[in-house]
């Protein structure tokens, strides 16, 4: 599986004198087990890409496609469908439901697929254990740190096992030990079940985890680099 | 997860969901406080007039009521009277012999209703007889008796004891008259009923007039759900020239106010609703804009929008479900309180003798009503999602992210 961006534009404010091309006709191709790092000052355009990516913003014009098939042409409901089974996201401040419990976070989105609550139960807590938070399972999120959180987090864009994470500045609130460990997590899910992961960032400790990297600015791509030597 | 979801959002913020709900039980409990004084206002003025007044069903002779003249007896009473000595579902039955006459004393003299009565029988049809506050109850002893209200011995400075002079006209239409004494005073709920009505004994005011037949027939039935079908039993076996009339069609003014209670309970009920469904909207509106974002990420993670509009339902349908349970227990407590210690209106005697009240109320509310109240008010709450989801749901995923509250 992979996504195919073809000419695509973003314009905000577009009927007025001062018109912002947030992407400016992109071409671009992310294939299935890709660990890419999107980077770029701030205001480039990487989260409005990521987001355009993930089928949850609209371009202006041009086509994302996925495996060939242009996502912009599903009804609301399949879109809706479509992310819930094949896009897994990870947001910057976490965005966790604040009065569910970390298992209860991870489960949630597991049901709304449609999957037992032993299937939910038993894939929530082994994906909790594997980022670490055994200990943790039944605390919400105001009793974890921010690490913690964001582990949950990567937990629950695993749960429904899609194809594709978008994480939005992943590690933005973290500190140093706790990227280390979140990137270590990622990279593992990343070698071992060939989920694709694409991070918009600045944060130099993923750009050197990231196999490729492509570099944004002023909504357009001006470098697009396979680094051969990642950082472990 | 859902029903999980919307319980624990509901008490996100505790102060903002106690202050709601503490607005809709108070509501409640002043709503069902206020349907129950008026249901037990007008239950009472019903029960007094039909245990002091009307009884269940009365027989005339057609044309007696709007024209009460002495001539206008019941006709082939006898038959009728059997009949209503047979009929199981008829309590107690008793017939009055009446005449428009004056009460004249040495002070005054009033215009009043001279009911002659069956001792026995109306001692067991209405509760004049428990009711004596100076003297006694009729009897057959001496010559003439007489009870008169407190009202018209007040007016016409009587005591038990005290002569008066009934004045009416007679089966020729010549005026007749003879000297009472009188036994007893009564005082009935309704003052008006009080400054009308005197009593002696039907032989007494038979001999009077010159006249055997009765003008009234006064009936209880044991079960008023029968009512309906021991007025046509009666209406079967008397006279033609005879009618029957329920209470409800000698007291049109009372049942008009009994029928149109109903409607102002349901126009109390919808004002509090419609206000309490404002205040909930308002609420709701509060609680899911400051959480846009996370609405936003709900969709992004693949939650489909009726979902989103099923936990938005669901939370303010708990909302109301809470709201309701907690009014309505709060409301049964105080009732039952009330139900004993009753509402002492004493303050507001005389009008409400007026309207044939008794000063200590006690309030009613069936359990259709609370079950009505009940429905409405998680109705309301439900209904009241509906905005609130609406806002929440015409947003793009990304559009509700950006949302920061």
Sequence with gaps: MSIKLEQLCKIYNADTDFPVHAVNHLDLEIKQGEFVAVMGPSGSGKTTLLNMLGGI????SGKVLIDGNNILQLHDKQLIAFRRDNIGFIFQDYSLLPVLTALENVEFVMQLQGHSEQECRKRATDLLIR???????????????????????????????????????????????????LLDIMQQLNEQEGTTFIFSTHDPRVISRAKRVIVFEDGLKKEDTVQTEVSQ | MLLKLAWRNLWRNKLRTSIVLGAMVFGLVGVTLMIGFMNGMMDNMISNTVNWQTSHLQVHKKGYSADPEIHKTIESSRGLELLLDKTAQIK????????????????STRGITINGIDLQKEALITPLAQNIYDGVWLDDKGRNPILVSKKIAQRLKLRAGSKVVLTFTDKNGD?????????????????????????????????????????????????????????EKVRGAMAQSNSVQNWEELQPMLAAMS???????????????????????NILLMSVFERTCEFGVLMAVGMQKHKILQLILLESTFLGLVGATLGLLLSLA???????TGISLTAMADGLSAMGLDTLLYPQVPASDFAVIFITVVLASFLAGLYPARQILKQEPVQAMSEKH
């Design chain 1, 57 to 60: 913003d609209t371009p202006t």
């Design chain 1, 131 to 181: 980022v670490g938070l055994a200990e943790h399972l039944h605390k919400r999120p105001a009793k974890l740190s921010g690490g913690q959180q964001q582990r949950v987090a990567v937990a629950r864009a695993l749960a429904p096992s899609p194809k594709f994470v978008m994480a939005d500045e992943p590690t933005a609130n973290l500190d140093a030990k706790s990227t280390a460990e």
């Design chain 2, 92 to 107: 107690v039955w008793t017939s009055r012999h009446l005449a428009q006459g004056m009460i004249a004393s040495a002070r």
């Design chain 2, 175 to 231: 005026v007749s008259g003879a000297a009472f004494r009188v036994r007893g005073l009564f005082e009935t709920p309704s003052s008006a009923f009080d400054e009308m009505n005197v009593f002696v004994r039907k032989a007494d005011l038979q001999l009077l007039s010159g006249i055997e037949g009765d003008h009234e027939i006064a009936l209880l039935v044991n079960d008023i759900k029968q009512l309906e079908s021991v007025k």
């Design chain 2, 259 to 281: 029928a149109s209670m109903a409607s102002s309970n349901i126009i109390i009920l919808v004002i509090f609703v419609l206000a309490m469904g404002f205040g909930i909207v």
């Design chain 2, 334 to 340: 105080a009732l039952s309180i009330l139900n004993v």
